[in-house]
């Protein structure tokens, strides 16, 4: 060991702050004063603590501010011919020793946490144990991972707690079996909440369940973090109730009828061939299909679906690429991004003119894109098609090892949905 790495060996003992190193560099947790793109009317920029762990960054503001062309990059320093460049530098280091220590000290709370919430927690924004404080973390993730329906079931499930509750907070230790009794009877006879729209009729059983399952996840993440006491654990001795799902099924006949209806407006025509190559590829989700990018070479779909996670890998039928190529996109395969401003308004549009074509075809159903996927798997299942072919269609099959015979298994897939397509255009 060289003497100078013995020094700092001795002095982090004698200090107390191997630990914290130890801490910091298996965990990849860095500190350094930065400045950002933003500049202020005279010319300044905030310098701010980029905080780094496991390759993600977020930023904590400080009361400094600089010219850019005073602040060395590199060093994280404000260069000498700037005023107080001193003062500056000393406080920007002990902030940052304060934050590690502070990070060292609360490191098993800690640990469990994203980027973000350890910056709130050091910028002390945050109450922690605190249940809304949580969900709208979890919504902010979900948030950044594109997974936008599940960020507004959360903030749904937030809004309906400050209803239920009249606070803007929830303590960890308020949320028991009787409180959890008594906010979902709220959802089941009053109903509950959409963003911050009141909902006028009384929720279904599985709709107040998505708010129960979302606030289960909140305690699962507070105990993990050590904010809550599994001991307490509100969910061991209350049940979250699920309602008879809905079979959302129409007929071969019905498809049939829908590749035949004239549209009478370009919304209708548009409704009607988003529905239809939603089928031809075998039930994908409006948002999965919107944001295809490609066919690829061997002529194939493949996406991993947003919900889920799952790999498909799906051959696009020549009708399928009739419609495609009616829709063609710049920078998606389909246009529909380029038309509409996120997939909820081209799917609210769809979705209204899927009724109404349903009504004038006498479906009997008010059909919408969640249609698509339980109609193909009925009218495979109709046509003898193999039990686990339709279930490695739909991405039920999860065990990794099965993805070995993935190719086999496509091709199985393949056949059937062709199958599919021909029973329905061929029905007389």
């Not at 005023?83 to 000393?90: A, G, I, R, S, T």
């Not at 910028?123 to 249940?131: I, M, Q, T």
Request: charged share 25%; net charge positive; aromatic share 10%.
């Amino acid at each position: 060991m060289s003497p100078t790495l013995f020094y700092f060996v001795v002095l982090f003992r004698r200090f107390g702050l191997l630990k914290s190193l130890t801490n910091f560099i298996e965990h990849m947790i860095t500190f350094k004063p930065v400045i950002r793109s933003h500049v202020r009317q005279d010319g300044t920029t905030n310098i701010k603590i980029r905080v780094c762990k496991d390759k993600e960054a977020r930023y904590i503001s400080t009361r400094f501010y600089t010219h850019p062309y005073n602040f060395n990059k590199k060093l994280g320093i404000v260069n000498i011919p700037a005023p107080d460049q001193e003062d500056v530098n000393l406080e920007l280091h002990s902030l940052i020793s304060t934050y590690k220590k502070k990070v060292n000290e609360n490191w098993d709370k800690l640990k469990y946490m994203p980027i973000w919430d350890i910056v709130d927690f050091l910028s002390e924004k945050r109450d922690y144990g605190d249940v809304i404080s949580i969900l709208s973390s979890m919504s902010e993730e979900k948030k950044e991972q594109g997974n936008i329906n599940y960020s507004i079931s959360i903030n749904s499930t937030i809004s309906a707690i400050k209803d239920f509750t009249g606070k803007e907070n929830l303590p960890i230790q308020v949320v028991t079996p009787a409180w959890l009794k008594d906010f979902e009877t709220k959802l089941l006879t009053k109903g509950g909440s959409k963003g911050n729209r009141k909902t006028r009729t009384k929720m279904s059983v599985n709709g107040a369940g998505v708010y129960m399952r979302n606030i289960r996840t909140a305690y699962n993440l507070a105990i993990r973090a050590g904010m809550a006491d599994h001991n307490s654990y509100p969910f061991r001795n209350f049940s979250i109730k699920r309602g008879k799902t809905r079979h959302r099924v129409v007929s071969a006949e019905d498809i049939n009828a829908m590749i035949n209806y004239a549209p009478e407006t370009f919304h209708e025509g548009f409704a009607r061939d988003m529905f239809l190559l939603s089928f031809y590829l075998i039930g994908i989700n409006m948002a999965d299909m919107f944001k295809l990018t490609k066919i690829y070479n061997d002529g194939r779909v493949k996406y991993q679906r947003s919900k889920g996670k799952h790999e498909f890998d799906i051959l696009a039928q020549p009708e399928a690429l009739e419609i495609i190529n009616r829709h063609m996109g710049k920078k998606f395969l389909l246009d529909v991004l380029e038309r509409y401003s996120d997939y909820r308004a081209a799917c609210k549009t769809i979705n209204t003119n899927l009724k109404k074509i349903a009504d004038k075809l006498d479906m009997g159903v008010p059909l919408t894109t969640y249609y698509v996927r339980h109609t193909w798997a009925t009218i495979a299942s109709s046509l003898d098609v193999h039990d686990n072919t339709i279930s490695w269609a739909l991405g039920h099959i999860r065990n990794p090892m099965t993805r070995i015979y993935n190719m086999f298994e496509n091709k199985k897939v393949d056949a059937a949905n062709r199958q599919v397509i021909d029973a329905v255009r061929n029905i007389r």
